[in-house]
């Protein structure tokens, strides 16, 4: 008698952090709508009427808008994550610091992307244009973007995937951003996507 080994993967659900903008929040989501490994659940957002609320509702997911002692209060972010079946954790220009309680029960499922090349233009300080700013002052010829896991300390954890793009020395913090920004939402949602299927 033949035997069939059937096996059902349940996908897994993601949370998006984020504070602004949220275009890489948008990437997020639409690839996710293909994938047989995760979903988008929820958007988590501190900042209420930031853009990235809107452009996720847009995308037909759910956001809750979550201040930073909210963020901060374990018994609401824990009923937040079981009501919504959250597995596992991608910050997207989110700009507080994980609390610890998140990291515990997450451990290495919460990943962050960092729009340089860490540990160069990483840690305190070091988010959205000043990083950008910063590689141009220092007259760098490459930058890049890392995606790592997420610790306690900023700008730290294990870096699970580097790209970089060459500068040219008239670029503006503008052009560099530009450039960054292509790499994080041509490669941040695939890592993400192998992450989760690990
Ligand atoms: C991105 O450059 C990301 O690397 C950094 O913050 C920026 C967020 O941009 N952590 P957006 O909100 O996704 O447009």
Redesign the pocket.
């Known amino acids: 008698m033949e035997m069939h080994l059937i096996c059902i993967m349940q996908k897994k659900n993601i949370a998006i952090f ?1 504070s ?6 948008g990437q997020i989501i639409k690839h996710f709508r293909e994938s047989d490994v995760a979903e988008v659940a929820l958007v988590v957002c501190n900042r209420a009427g930031a853009a ?1 609320i809107d452009r996720s509702r847009a995308l037909g997911v759910a956001v809750e808008v979550i201040d930073r002692a909210g963020i901060n209060n374990p018994e609401l972010m824990n009923g937040v994550f079981d009501r919504y079946g959250i597995d596992v954790v991608v ?4 700009l507080l610091m994980v609390p610890d309680f998140i990291l515990e029960r997450y451990h290495d499922n919460v990943l ?4 340089s090349l860490l540990p160069r233009f990483g840690g305190k300080g070091m ?2 244009r000043n990083v950008h700013q910063a590689v141009v002052e220092a007259g760098e010829k490459e930058s890049g ?1 890392t995606v790592h896991l997420v610790t306690g300390r900023c700008d730290e954890g294990r870096i699970l995937f580097q790209a970089s793009v060459p500068l040219s020395p008239s670029d503006t913090a503008d052009d560099v ?1 530009q450039k ?2 292509e790499l ?1 939402y041509r490669h941040y949602p695939e890592v993400i996507e192998k992450w989760c299927g690990m």
């Open positions: 984020a602004g903008n949220g275009s890489n929040a990235v910050l997207a220009g989110f962050n992307i960092h729009p988010y959205g973007i951003e960054v920004h994080e």
